[in-house]
């Protein structure tokens, strides 16, 4: 099992950025994906969750109506958008699938939001 982010950097308070995970070694479309953070000193966070097929996802409250998670099923690929990006968004943001009941994690991607 592979997953990859992309899409982090430094945006400034109101920002955006759109964030990416391509999978890889299991069958995509048969699992949920989330999308965590963890910023420095606290601990690890679900952010968002999507189902299999996309139409139904989750969101942690401190991001509901600014973060949307999506999927493409055709290319093995979520994304986390991101609007209104505040500094408490601050944080190294992974991607987590669970295939065979096991936890997968990417590398992570950074996120700082700061003028």
């Known amino acids: 099992v592979q997953l990859v982010e992309s899409g982090g950097g430094l945006v400034q308070p109101g920002g955006s950025l759109r964030l990416s995970c391509a999978a890889s070694g299991f069958t995509f479309t048969s699992y949920h994906m989330r999308w965590y953070r963890q910023a420095p000193g606290k601990e690890r966070e679900l952010v968002a969750s999507i189902d299999s097929a996309g139409g139904n996802t989750n969101y942690a409250d401190s991001v509901k109506g600014r973060f949307t998670i999506s999927r493409d099923n055709t290319k093995n690929t979520v994304y986390l958008q991101m609007n209104s990006l505040k500094p408490e968004d601050t944080a190294v943001y992974y991607c987590?699938?669970?295939?065979?009941?096991?936890?997968?994690w990417g590398q992570g991607t950074q996120v700082t939001v700061s003028s």
């Open positions: 987590n699938a669970r295939p065979w009941a096991t936890n997968y």
